[in-house]
């Protein structure tokens, strides 16, 4: 049962995603000056939760002045860097897939 229910809360995100309604997790450090995006979720509540995770990384990496912000978005890109005047785009991947139940 809970595969079935992984493949449709999938699918559900990916349909959110497509109509810019799913949730993300914006990330803003300081130093490095970068601004991520983690995501999609299917609510408020699982991008809040998944969130901790995010900064704790990212404070492992010596990240300093981090906030966060969780909305509804469809960002463009995954990765800003303001320091480097960069973009970095990785292909949106589904927080679910990979994910062993």
């Known amino acids: 049962m809970s ?4 493949n449709l809360k ?6 959110f995603q497509n109509f810019g309604l799913a949730w993300w997790v914006e990330v803003a450090t300081q130093n490095p ?3 991520y995006y983690f ?4 609510n408020n509540d699982e991008a809040e939760t998944a969130s901790k995770g995010y900064v704790e990384d990212l404070e492992m990496e010596g990240a300093q002045g981090i906030t ?14 303001e320091d480097l005047g960069e973009l970095i785009d990785h292909k ?3 927080v679910f ?3 062993i139940s």
């Open 68 to 81: 966060v912000n969780v909305k509804k978005c469809k960002p463009e890109h995954l990765t800003i860097s």
């Open 33 to 35: 000056r970068c601004t």
């Open 10 to 15: 999938e699918s559900l995100t990916s349909t």
């Open 97 to 99: 897939s990979g994910q």
């Open 39 to 42: 995501g999609p979720f299917l």
């Open 92 to 94: 949106v991947k589904p």
């Open 3 to 6: 595969m079935l229910w992984n």
